[in-house]
């Protein structure tokens, strides 16, 4: 059964760099299928999508976020990383790792999220 | 637009059936993906590609969609489909993801 489990600090401090892995169990992220991603949920809103990685290095970033993100794969670890910098307290939110999967029809297409890992909350704090 | 917009809050009766909507210009191209999630958890995926359900979702959980909009239908809402629920598709000009703002669905 395939697991994601994130880690990092859970207190950034304001310009400061958050950094995060998301280590993926009970399957390969060497996997041509897929793609591995990072989302955010502020406290009490809702989901946002940051961005994507394949294990080719492929990557796709939220454009609102593009110009502070970086993701990144370690295929011997069967691991990948999102960096954000330059961070403020609108930063802080609960982060997710997910399995972003991809299928596709004459007429149309379809992407989900699945598993996520548990999510980890970072707070950027001084 | 890229933006996917649905209904902040809807209630339904225990044993009801309720529908949750999705609007957005790329669900003509896209299907829209559904999430469930209750608080302190991570969201689960109950509905994907047309009308598919991941193991262990009930069958009362349905999927359609018509034109720019998509639709989550729940038969028979049960007291523990009391959650938020998220749709998701793509946006196809710039391979961006985007999710709606999300639907509190209450089970009176």
């Known amino acids: 059964q395939l697991q994601l489990q994130e880690s990092g600090p859970g207190l950034v401090k304001p310009s400061e760099t958050l950094s995060l892995n998301c280590r993926v169990s009970g399957g390969s992220i060497n996997r041509a299928n897929y793609y591995w991603a990072w989302i955010r949920q502020p406290p009490g809103k809702g989901l946002e999508w940051i961005g994507n990685?394949?294990?080719?290095?492929?990557?796709y970033f939220n454009p609102s976020l593009k110009s502070r993100v970086t993701i990144s794969g370690d295929t011997s670890k069967n691991q990948f990383s999102l960096r954000l910098t330059s961070v403020t307290a609108a930063d802080t939110a609960v982060y997710y790792c997910?399995?972003?999967?991809?299928?596709?029809?004459?007429?149309?297409?379809?992407?989900?999220?699945?598993?996520w890992g548990q999510g980890t909350l970072v707070t950027v704090s001084s | 637009s890229s933006e996917l917009t649905q209904d902040p809050a809807v209630s339904v009766a225990l044993g009801q059936t309720v529908t949750i909507t999705c609007q957005g210009d790329s669900l003509r191209s896209y299907y829209a993906t559904w999430y469930k999630q209750k608080p302190g958890q991570a969201p689960i995926l109950v509905i994907f590609r047309r009308n598919d359900r991941p193991s262990g979702i009930p069958d009362r959980f349905s999927g359609s969609s018509s034109g720019n909009t998509a639709t989550l239908s729940i038969a028979g809402a049960q007291a523990e489909d009391e959650a938020d629920y998220y749709c998701?598709?793509?946006?196809?000009?710039?391979?961006?993801?985007?999710f709606g703002g999300g639907t509190k669905l209450t089970v009176l």
């Open positions: 997910a399995r972003l999967d991809f299928w596709s029809s004459e007429t149309k297409e379809a992407n989900w999220f699945a598993p």
């Open positions: 998701h598709s793509r946006n196809s000009s710039d391979n961006s993801v985007v």
């Open positions: 990685i394949h294990y080719t290095g492929d990557t």
